[in-house]
């Protein structure tokens, strides 16, 4: 009896394990095709569906658009201040040497008898482009309106012609009549401090030079005809600068037929350094030898400090923007917990839960970026514009000549500049979204379908 039940029911048994085996391949199989299912592809359209916010998840796209804002803001500022202090070094840096030359050569303490024979010396080397005498001194300007103390440098009209910073930037009358010793030309601010125009008259005094007299010594006193106002660039060049014929400043500051100073014009500005130790061997100990990067080392300075500190401080911008970032993947974490259990169950991997949330916080990323570049560029090209009617619409001075050196706001866009700017807008982002999505690859989908 025991025997043959055994052998009525070995059947059974074996049907019962063909039938499970059959049940463990079609969910071997179902696991296969879910997992083809979610692929990267589709990982991607799970990311971007959650990046576009539906009706009731109106706070977290608030805290979304927060962010994407933020870092569009953040990354527009940067690259607004770094083209405006590009153009700020750049114009200065061009006026600075059209004004004055690449390198200067004086004598301490005295005059240059034999400048001629210097410019010969010059003039053979071949970083050398132009040679421009200058007889130079302090005086006091004795206008109509107002008195003030202003700088004379005499040069001659050929070397005159070359600064075209000057020369080209002739507001009223003209360089034609740039000769003999009672003409002079100066900047529209000074003029406009002196209360004079062309045509007028203005008094020098030279408070170094002296005059004897039957009451003494007296300083020396001489009018001149103002022929031109310039506008250079430069307001604090055009406050304090007056300009007349040589042979006018040498007969003026006592100087007879010498000058004191030499400025020359390289064919590299940048390599002024070099070429100013070179002319100093070339000329001697007797000669000092000065090039504009010295003479201007504390104000380059200042302002690649200034560069840097902007910089840093408008990246808090971006960074505070990634940390809405931060919040509002967290935030999107919790609301979708029901969402990465249905993955995981799938057949979705920790790394691919990882993904979503990586791709929708970069996402506001990546917009946010990429807005800011197109907001940045566009305003830093129209920056002046854009003063300007800002000036007029509130009837203030947003941009002062007189504190900044320059008439207008200048701007320059790197590409440089933009590219460290969006490299680092976007590791901020991908920095950010890496710890919330970490969470969420590690959510436990029984415990998360368990409260729902």
Known sequence: MLLFHKIATQPTAVHNDKKADSHRNNLETDVRKNKQMINNNFIFKIAFRYFRAKKNEKFVS??????LVGVMIGVAALIVVMSVMNGFHIELT???????????????????????EIKAKLLKQDYVKHVTFIAYGQALALGKSNNSGVLVKGMKLKDLSVRNEIFKNVNFGSFDNFHGKNVIALGEQLASNLGVTVGDK??????????????????????????????????DYDLTTILMPLTAAQNFLSLGNDINLIEINSLDPDKALTYSHKIQLLLGPTLYVFNWQTLNSQFLSALAVERTAMFTILSLIITV??????????????DKTSDIAILRTMGASTKQIMLIFIYNGMFIGLLGTTLGVILGVTFSYNIQTIKNYLERITGTKIFEAAIYFLYSLPSKVRAED???????????????????????????????????
Request: charged residues 15%; proline residues 4%; contains cysteine.
């Open 62 to 67: 608030i805290i979304s658009a927060f962010s």
């Open 94 to 116: 061009k006026n600075i040497i059209g004004l004055n030359g690449d390198i200067v050569i004086n004598r301490q303490g005295g005059s240059i008898d034999n400048y001629e």
């Open 202 to 235: 203005i008094r020098l005094i030279s408070p170094n030079n002296s005059v004897s007299t039957t009451f003494g010594s007296m300083p020396r006193s001489k009018e001149f005809k103002v022929i031109a106002i310039f506008n250079s660039g430069m307001y």
């Open 321 to 334: 923007a990634a940390f809405n970032i931060i919040s509002s993947l967290f935030m999107l974490v919790k």
């Open 418 to 452: 933009i590219i460290l700017i969006t490299s680092l807008s976007i590791i901020l982002c991908f920095l950010a979204t890496i710890y919330p999505s970490y969470r969420a690859s590690k959510l436990n989908p029984v415990d998360a379908l368990r409260y729902e």
